[in-house]
């Protein structure tokens, strides 16, 4: 697609990485992508130790309190092939680090189950989720399970990005509820341009998108949501509401999933081109 097609599409506003899988991460002012996605994301995952399952939010049944954690590199990650250490905040306010003799023991102590802290990811990783039961899903009450793609703790994609413009759409169509970018856990927030409105992304799907004039995205498709959305943390409350406006209103999606085309570094108030 040549150059007098591109059109701007505004700015990068967040840059958001999560180095253990469902727990809350850390903001970034700038961040190199690789074909993996950010460096350093999703770089860890606990593992039960009864089923062999990557842990997930997405089964609060069973992990019920992982929001509760934060996790930060100590120092940045680099390229080489030797995963950084990271902290973990226990919702208990202690600490502890990746590398610690004892980390196994004390996340299993936090979570309530045997888990297992991994940077190396086991053959044929899966995760376990469900619907809730709520009347007005498809499938309320209903257990799935996740292949991840091999290789990664990425549920679909490396890379997740969400648009302002959608945040304020869904928090107009309801008012009483909180839709943040917490809530959808995104590596990427784009500040769309004065007078876009809706769910913009939507229209990116197939699309390659260059961010900070170096790294190119292609745009795979819609990110669909589940009850992830929904789960309290930090101030954020409980709200089924959350992913029934999503249902109801975006068919069940928010933001758009991708695919490293072409990598390199990018920074906060860089610029987000539609090419």
């Known amino acids: 697609m040549g150059s007098s097609q591109a059109t701007p599409q505004g700015s990068i506003a967040e840059i958001r990485r999560y180095p253990i899988k469902s727990m809350i991460g850390e903001e970034l002012t700038a961040s190199h992508i690789t074909e993996r996605g950010l460096l350093g994301d999703r770089a860890y995952a606990l593992i039960d130790v009864e089923t062999g399952k990557v842990v997930s939010a997405k089964n609060p049944r069973?992990?019920?309190?992982?929001?509760?954690?934060?996790?930060?590199?100590?120092?940045?990650?680099?390229?080489?092939?030797?995963?950084?250490?990271?902290?973990?905040?226990?919702?208990?306010?202690?600490?502890?680090?990746?590398?610690?003799?004892?980390?196994?023991?004390r996340l299993s102590a936090q979570v309530g189950r045997p888990v297992r802290l991994m940077s190396s990811v086991p053959d044929a990783p899966r995760i376990e989720g469900y619907w809730p039961d709520y009347e007005w899903l498809a499938s309320p009450d209903a257990a799935f399970e996740v292949e991840l793609p091999p290789g990664t703790f990425f549920d679909v994609a490396v890379v997740h990005l969400v648009t302002t413009a959608t945040l304020e759409c869904l928090n107009a169509l309801a008012p009483q509820s909180r839709f943040v970018v917490e809530r959808f856990r995104p590596n990427i927030v784009v500040k769309t341009n004065k007078g876009a409105e809706g769910f913009v992304e939507n229209d990116w799907a197939g699309r390659t998108l260059l961010l900070d004039g170096e790294v190119r995205l292609r745009?795979?498709?819609?990110?669909?949501?589940?009850?992830?959305?929904?789960?309290?943390?930090?101030?954020?409350?409980?709200d089924p509401q959350i992913l029934r406006t999503i249902v109801e209103h975006n068919h069940g999606n928010v933001g758009v999933l991708a695919s490293v085309v072409r990598g390199g570094r990018i920074a906060r108030g860089g610029a987000v081109v539609l090419e």
């Open 219 to 238: 745009i795979t498709g819609p990110c669909p949501r589940c009850v992830m959305t929904t789960l309290p943390q930090g101030s954020l409350p409980k």
């Open 62 to 105: 069973k992990w019920g309190n992982l929001f509760g954690f934060q996790a930060a590199f100590v120092e940045p990650p680099g390229p080489a092939a030797s995963v950084a250490a990271a902290r973990i905040t226990f919702p208990n306010g202690e600490n502890a680090t990746t590398d610690e003799p004892r980390v196994d023991e």
